[in-house]
């Protein structure tokens, strides 16, 4: 795992808290490897999910941290997303 996963794995557990995500969702960190949140948290993992989100690490760590909106930077270019739409919503608004 890197360190950038690491981080951004212990970042969405914190913003997760105890409950997970409703969900399964893969976020793919560009050049640094794939996080997979679900209703056990998130953890390092290459797995099929409802929705793939996709970005360089410097885009998911604004995420994280509040600085960069999701939906901005989706609709800039910044942030890909395969597969259910509606899954991702649910998942940026957790994360916010």
Known sequence: ????????????????????FDG????????EGSIIVDDAGAREADEDAEVTLTADAETF???????VNATAAFMSGQLSVDG????????AGALS
């Not at 760590?61 to 600085?67: D, Y």
Request: aromatic share 0%; hydrophobic share 45%.
């Open 84 to 91: 259910d739409m509606g899954q991702a919503m649910k998942l």
């Open 1 to 20: 795992m890197t360190e950038t996963v690491d981080a951004a794995v212990a970042a969405l557990n914190e913003k997760l808290g105890t409950d997970g």
């Open 61 to 67: 760590r604004g995420i994280l941290e509040g600085t």
């Open 24 to 31: 399964k969702a893969k976020m793919v960190i560009e050049n």
